[in-house]
């Protein structure tokens, strides 16, 4: 794999955007946090000390002017009643006085008002109160009011002056306090537009980004990738963007690479197999040629061949006939090679057109009993069992798809064989027998005849191999050739099993149909053991049943006389190897 080109990663694009935006969403976020804390500081200030201030300096003029009016009606009335307002707003502006000392820590400008105001109070009350209360009480209301002149008059002017100074000052702090409640609170709006504006341009930016850095790269390699896929191959797959894209535009570009390579093998290879069939076809020619040729070969065989060979073996005949004993015993012998050599060659000949008709003359497969086939056969080896004293037995055969006459002819040779090749001392027994081994019928053809050695086993099978003398055992051999032929033409096998005690079994395998392996698989599902109790056992009177047997011996009532099961297969006739 490629490494990662350089340059930032998109992954690190978007953490950097979005740490940036983070970063300053959290400024913000702290500002308009320090900005609602001081807001809601002033916004406490205007409501629990400047306002209260306000009514405060009010409550302490109220309480002033009722001190001063209730000196000037006791110096009028002398009544000591009247003093009593004087005595009430002392004790109001005293009360008045600590509550706002008491809201005057932030603002040194109106606590050096309210002393001002206080040390007025404190004159007016030394210089104009206190005297006319005593002189009124000694001397009595003409002299408690002599004292009560302009200037005592304009000194209480000057403590209400003070008062509206203290006012005055407390509405300024106000007003000043109030402001910056409004400029904080625009403060903080401004911060709130601002973050809404940061998370704006951040969205737009990732927006922007992602259309640059992910959506044109990713359609421009879309683009790329369906020209490659509609057939152009050669076409280099570039792409932009961030290091990630730029490695998947190389991944997919080497994909390209490897798959343009694979197409042009594959090309390569059709060429290949487009001369090769090619080739085949002329070899196909060829071998419908040699195929005709070859039924050329056939008829003229079975014609043309024929003919001079049955002169040559009839006049030879003849002249056995006429002319033995009259000519030396020398001329006999002769005569007799040139008789036996004709026929050889006559069912040589017919041998051989029998073996090549093997697939070519077709009749088409259908459903043959084989139990039918073997009555056919044992009517065919009739004479020859009887001349050897020879049994044949067979089991329950099945039934398969095939051609019939070829069939008959197999079994024919595999009989023919193993009463042919029999002791001289013992009587010939052949059994055929069949059973389902997966998906094929394994039919055996056992006989208790001389046998065959295992280095023979694959030799017996090649046309014209034999393993006897012509003089000790007759033949062409070709009739295991013809059943090895025959099997293979039905999609089978055939062997030799050299493990039997004695004698020789021929075992070859036939396509089983799909009832039978219906069946057999029901059977096994319906054959499962069944777990006994502990201690019982398999009754002892119940024995497995006996296959069923038939049989064909020449100890039976002579059968010439009576036609065989299924009759005859039409022409073919049983070639003896």
Not at 121 to 141: C, D, H, K, L, N
């Amino acid at each position: 794999m490629k490494p990662v080109v350089g340059g930032w990663s998109l992954r690190r694009r978007v953490i950097t955007l979005l740490t940036v935006v983070g970063v300053l969403l959290i400024a913000l976020a702290g500002a308009e946090a320090a900005m609602a804390a001081r807001n809601r500081t002033q916004i406490d200030a205007v409501l629990n000390e400047t306002g209260p201030l306000r009514v405060q300096s009010q409550e302490l003029l109220n309480a002033l002017l009722d001190q001063e009016t209730a000196i000037r009606g006791y110096a009028v009335s002398g009544d000591p009643d009247d003093l009593n307002p004087y005595r009430e707003g002392l004790a109001q502006e005293q009360s008045v006085t600590v509550s706002m000392r008491a809201l005057l820590d932030d603002y040194p400008q109106i606590s050096q008002e309210l002393r001002t105001v206080e040390e007025r109070i404190t004159q007016w009350r030394q210089s104009v109160a206190e005297p006319v209360i005593a002189t009124t009480e000694r001397s009595g209301t003409s002299a408690g009011q002599a004292l009560v002149t302009e200037q005592a008059r304009q000194q209480f002017d000057e403590v209400r002056t003070a008062v509206n100074d203290l006012q005055g000052e407390v509405l300024a702090a106000r007003e000043q306090t109030a402001d910056n409640v409004r400029t904080s609170s625009n403060v903080l709006v401004v911060l709130l537009i601002v973050a809404a504006l940061v998370v704006v341009v951040a969205g737009a930016v990732l927006l922007l980004s992602l259309d640059r850095m992910v959506i044109r790269p990713l359609t421009g390699l879309a683009t790329q990738v369906r020209e490659v896929a509609e057939g152009d191959y050669q076409h280099r797959i570039a792409t932009t963007g961030p290091p990630e894209f730029i490695q998947l535009g190389d991944d997919v570009d080497a994909m390209r690479q490897k798959i343009a390579a694979d197409l042009a093998e594959v090309r390569a290879a059709r060429e290949r197999i487009e001369w090769v069939n090619s080739q085949l076809q002329k070899q196909a020619e060829e071998l419908t040629r040699s195929n005709r040729d070859l039924e050329q070969f056939a008829y003229v065989a079975s014609h043309d061949l024929q003919e001079p060979l049955r002169k040559v073996a009839s006049f030879c005949q003849l002249l056995q006939r006429r002319y033995a004993g009259q000519l030396d015993e020398r001329a006999d012998q002769y005569i007799a090679f040139a008789v036996d050599g004709a026929q050889r060659m006559q069912r040589l000949i017919n041998d051989l057109l029998a073996f090549s008709r093997i697939g070519r003359l077709t009749t088409g497969f259908v459903e043959v009993d084989l139990n039918k086939v073997m009555g056919d056969v044992a009517g065919q080896t009739e004479a020859a069992r009887q001349y050897a004293d020879a049994e044949l037995t067979w089991t329950d055969l099945p039934v398969i798809s095939g051609e019939e006459p070829l069939l008959t002819n197999l079994l024919a040779n595999l009989v023919s064989n193993s009463i042919k090749f029999r002791r001289a001392d013992v009587p010939p027994r052949v059994h055929v027998s069949a059973r389902l081994v997966d998906a094929e019928w394994e039919i055996t053809c056992q006989d208790n005849g001389i046998g065959i050695e295992p280095e023979f086993a694959d030799k017996i099978f090649v046309i014209f191999q034999r393993l006897h003398s012509k003089d000790a055992y007759p033949g062409t051999g070709i009739g295991l050739a013809i059943v090895k032929k025959i099997v293979e033409y039905h999609g089978g096998r055939v062997w030799v099993d050299t493990d039997v005690p004695e004698g020789t079994a021929i075992r070859f395998t036939l396509p089983a149909l799909p009832a039978d392996l219906e069946a057999a698989a029901a059977a096994d599902s319906s054959e499962q053991p069944q777990a006994l109790p502990a201690g019982d056992a398999t009754p002892s009177n119940e024995t497995p049943a006996a296959p069923t047997e038939q049989s064909d011996s020449s100890d039976r009532p002579d059968r010439a006389d009576e036609p065989p099961e299924s009759g005859r297969t039409g022409d073919m006739r049983e070639t003896v190897g």
